[in-house]
């Protein structure tokens, strides 16, 4: 599991050189600090199948992300950067902006995104449910 958490005293920077998650990992974002939560990623972002995003606001429960009690538009409060691929497994859930600048987005079936998606490389969205919410970040080139 992978837990991330908003900054009180600035942003919830983070910063990795490539993610891998497992197939059935849980994402834990905890928004209940003053500002965002950004993650930034020189290589790959691979989630595997079944992912299960769980949004806390109060920083005490999460709640999945399709739950009535979480605003969407919480999600623009979320960034993903990647500077290589972002592969999203079948039936995962996904909360944020994701940004790939150089490489391709591939999003398997039956997958739910919140959020929003640009891929210079090109993107592959096979069989899922966007929702989409403007994001809070536009990235320069």
Same mark, same amino acid.
């Given at each position: 599991? #992978?837990?991330?958490?908003?900054?009180?005293?600035?942003?919830?920077? @983070?910063? *990795?050189?490539?993610?891998? =998650?497992?197939? +059935?990992?849980?994402?834990?974002? /905890?928004?209940? +600090?003053?500002? /965002?939560?950004?993650? *930034?990623?020189v290589g790959n972002?691979?989630?595997?199948?079944?992912?299960?995003? =769980? $949004?806390?606001?109060?920083?005490?429960? @999460?709640?999945?992300?399709?739950?009535? =009690? $979480?605003?969407?538009?919480?999600?623009?409060?979320?960034?993903?950067?990647?500077?290589?691929? *972002?592969? #999203?497994?079948?039936?995962?859930?996904?909360?944020?902006?994701?940004?790939?600048?150089?490489? &391709?987005?591939?999003?398997? &079936?039956?997958?739910?995104? $919140?959020?929003? @998606?640009?891929?210079?490389?090109?993107?592959?969205?096979?069989?899922?449910?966007?929702?989409?919410?403007?994001? &809070?970040? *536009?990235?320069?080139?």
């Open positions: 599991n #992978l837990y991330l958490n908003a900054g009180a005293d600035g942003h919830g920077n @983070y910063y *990795f050189d490539s993610i891998s =998650l497992g197939n +059935g990992t849980a994402l834990y974002l /905890d928004l209940s +600090g003053t500002y /965002d939560i950004r993650i *930034f990623v972002i691979a989630v595997g199948d079944n992912l299960n995003v =769980l $949004i806390s606001t109060d920083g005490v429960t @999460y709640l999945p992300i399709k739950d009535p =009690l $979480i605003d969407p538009q919480t999600a623009a409060r979320v960034y993903w950067e990647s500077h290589s691929e *972002f592969d #999203l497994g079948a039936a995962s859930n996904w909360f944020g902006s994701v940004y790939t600048p150089s490489g &391709n987005l591939q999003v398997r &079936n039956g997958s739910y995104l $919140i959020g929003s @998606y640009y891929s210079k490389g090109g993107h592959d969205i096979i069989a899922s449910t966007v929702v989409h919410v403007a994001p &809070n970040y *536009f990235a320069e080139d």
